[in-house]
């Protein structure tokens, strides 16, 4: 089975960021700042904690989480 790892590019940051606004909905905030994201989850009970995942691990990002005030926050660099 051939893998799936499509590299981020300014033009698929875009397209990434999309799904995951598409995927957070009102459970979360998200924030692109220079091909990064940063989510504020919001709702962790109804967040899509396994899509955002996937849809970060997939393109090659590395994801952290923090809890810097009330709300868990994801981030994400390449």
């Not at 893998?3 to 995951?20: F, K, M, R, Y």
């Not at 606004?21 to 220079?34: C, F, P, S, W, Y």
């Not at 919001?42 to 923090?66: M, T």
Request: glycine letters at 8%.
């Amino acid at each position: 089975m051939a893998e799936n790892n499509v590299p981020a590019t300014p033009q698929g940051a875009a397209d990434i960021a999309q799904e995951l606004a598409r995927l957070i909905g009102d459970t979360g905030n998200l924030q692109n700042v220079m091909g990064a994201f940063r989510v504020r989850v919001a709702k962790p009970a109804a967040f899509p904690w396994e899509q955002v995942f996937r849809v970060l691990l997939l393109h090659g990002f590395s994801v952290g989480i923090a809890c810097p005030e009330a709300n868990l926050v994801i981030e994400a660099r390449l």
